[in-house]
């Protein structure tokens, strides 16, 4: 038996900038941060033949080409499993909710294969992978970050070339700012999940098409992703809280899916109850409210008269790991 634990995400600066129709042609900058918030996959050889799967449905099939998850069976494919395996997925946040569960599930689940295999992996190799597997062998209009901080874990700084290569690095920090940060961060979830496919196929469009609108948008946020990078290794969380404002007011116009009038209504309420900067994390239109605050109780008791749910965390630095293997 094999269980892997691997983390999901929130973006801290330079989200979008990781997509190839943007990267390829001006490079990109992404921070991310894993969070203790995980999926878990657990694979046993099972006494059966077929394939054995169990999610938020149940699928058992004989044959590689009647599995309908189509993550699932592409890493299937991908690693050459014989159909006498139970794959068993737990996850401590619904998918659709903005903190990159599609990449942490193809991470872990690749990892998971791997060790079921007894192969040895790295984190450059499962991030390459799991990228590869969504972005060419699916054809998802995603990039590449959710794969990487899962695979990596902690802050990490994640530079994408025009020639498709990826440098990671973490973000020097200073323990005292991870736990400013730590203590100033609130994740709040709004209610309902969404597909990010429509925001991201809009912004891959308008990319290869040249719009300057977008590409505009695109380039001041990878600048600012920069510039959040130095407050932070400067121990200056505060102007990153502003920052975090800035960064949400150029992404609501960067597409008319990003956001809609419940979610601007509730952020202008944090605002004016606490939060200096904040946003929704992910491509937007539904899952988490991310906010910087000063005053933890008072937008606490705001978000929760509007109704929403606060998910405490704290960061994860240990990436996708194999917990068991028997």
Not at 110 to 132: D, I, S, V
Not at 152 to 167: A, K, L, P, W
């Given at each position: 038996?094999i269980i892997?634990?691997?983390p999901?995400?929130i973006?801290i ?6 997509l ?10 992404v921070?991310?941060?894993a ?16 394939y054995f ?5 149940m699928e058992h099939?004989?044959?590689l080409?009647?599995v ?5 069976r592409?890493c299937?494919r991908?690693?050459?499993?014989e ?10 946040i619904p998918?659709g909710?903005?903190l990159?569960?599609s990449?942490?599930?193809?991470v872990?689940l690749?990892n998971a294969l791997?060790?079921y295999k007894?192969e040895?992996t790295?984190?450059?190799?499962l991030a ?18 959710d794969?990487?901080?899962a ?24 323990a ?15 209610g309902?999940?969404?597909?990010a ?9 308008r990319?290869e ?7 505009d948008n ?5 600048d600012?992703?920069r510039?959040?990078r130095?407050a ?31 979610i601007?209504?509730?952020y202008?309420?944090?605002r ?6 904040g946003?929704l ?12 605050t000063d ?7 705001a ?15 240990e990436?996708?790991v194999?917990?068991l293997?028997?």
């Amino acid at each position: 038996m094999i269980i892997t634990r691997t983390p999901l995400r929130i973006s801290i600066g330079g989200g979008g900038t990781d997509l190839p129709s943007y990267y390829e042609k001006f490079g990109g900058f992404v921070i991310s941060a894993a969070i203790n918030k995980h999926v878990f996959i657990t694979i046993n050889r099972s006494y059966r033949e077929g394939y054995f799967l169990k999610y938020s449905r149940m699928e058992h099939h004989m044959t590689l080409g009647e599995v309908e998850h189509p993550v699932i069976r592409a890493c299937l494919r991908r690693e050459r499993i014989e159909p006498q395996v139970e794959i068993v997925s737990i996850a401590d946040i619904p998918s659709g909710t903005g903190l990159g569960s599609s990449g942490t599930f193809t991470v872990g689940l690749l990892n998971a294969l791997k060790a079921y295999k007894r192969e040895r992996t790295t984190p450059e190799m499962l991030a390459h992978e799991a990228a590869e597997i969504e972005m060419m062998d699916l054809g998802e209009p995603c990039g590449k970050q959710d794969q990487y901080i899962a695979a990596y874990g902690g802050i990490t700084c994640q530079d994408y070339h025009e020639d498709g290569s990826v440098t990671i690095s973490p973000l020097d920090l200073h323990a005292d700012t991870v736990r400013e940060l730590d203590e100033s961060l609130m994740l709040f979830f709004t209610g309902y999940s969404r597909s990010a496919s429509e925001a991201l196929n809009e912004q891959k469009s308008r990319s290869e098409q040249g719009d300057t609108q977008m590409l505009d948008n695109l380039h001041f946020i990878k600048d600012l992703g920069r510039r959040i990078r130095d407050a932070l290794e400067a121990g200056d969380t505060r102007a990153f809280g502003e920052m975090m404002h800035e960064h949400w007011m150029r992404k609501k116009v960067r597409s008319a899916s990003v956001t809609n009038e419940h979610i601007n209504g509730l952020y202008d309420f944090a605002r004016e109850n606490g939060a200096l900067g904040g946003k929704l994390v992910g491509a937007g239109g539904g899952g988490f409210l991310m906010f910087y605050t000063d005053d933890r109780k008072r937008l606490r008791r705001a978000m929760t008269e509007q109704g929403l749910t606060e998910t405490d965390f704290t960061f994860d630095f240990e990436g996708s790991v194999v917990l068991l293997r028997t």
